[in-house]
Nanobody, 124 residues
Framework: QVRLVESGGGSVQTGGSLRLSCAAS????????MGWFRQAPGKEREGVAA????????FYASSVLGRFTISLDNTKNTLYLQMNRLKPEDTAMYYC?????????????????WGQGIQVTVSS
């Protein structure tokens, strides 16, 4: 059974940093990509950062490029999202996802396994 569990969210002030973690189990063989997505109240879920698990080639949304870093530790089956220079507009529920992606890495519809989500709040 595939399972994703996020941790590391919380509240920070503008300019602060947080690191999200996503512990994955049962993903190997059922997916070729993992990513981080977020959804703010009243908005659609959007892709933040994602990568193909077999290669170290991350892809980022333009809004986070240069501030966020996605990484995968295969020895721990854990996906990370290091978030630096956080802004109030980064406030959202963040989700980890895995899937067999054939199209765009940041398209939520490409993913079929989701974590429960974790809140990130950035205050000004």
């Amino acid at each position: 059974q595939v399972r994703l569990v996020e941790s590391g969210g919380g509240s920070v002030q503008t300019g602060g940093s947080l690191r999200l973690s996503c512990a994955a189990s049962g993903v190997t063989g059922s997916s070729n990509a993992m990513g981080w997505f977020r959804q703010a109240p009243g908005k659609e879920r959007e892709g933040v950062a994602a990568l193909y698990t077999a290669v170290n080639s991350p892809f980022y949304a333009s809004s986070v490029l240069g501030r966020f870093t996605i990484s995968l530790d295969n020895t721990k089956n854990t996906l990370y999202l290091q978030m630096n220079r956080l802004k109030p507009e980064d406030t959202a529920m963040y989700y980890c996802a895995a899937g067999m992606v054939a199209g765009r890495l940041l398209d939520p519809d490409e993913y079929n396994t989701w974590g429960q989500g974790i809140q990130v709040t950035v205050s000004s």
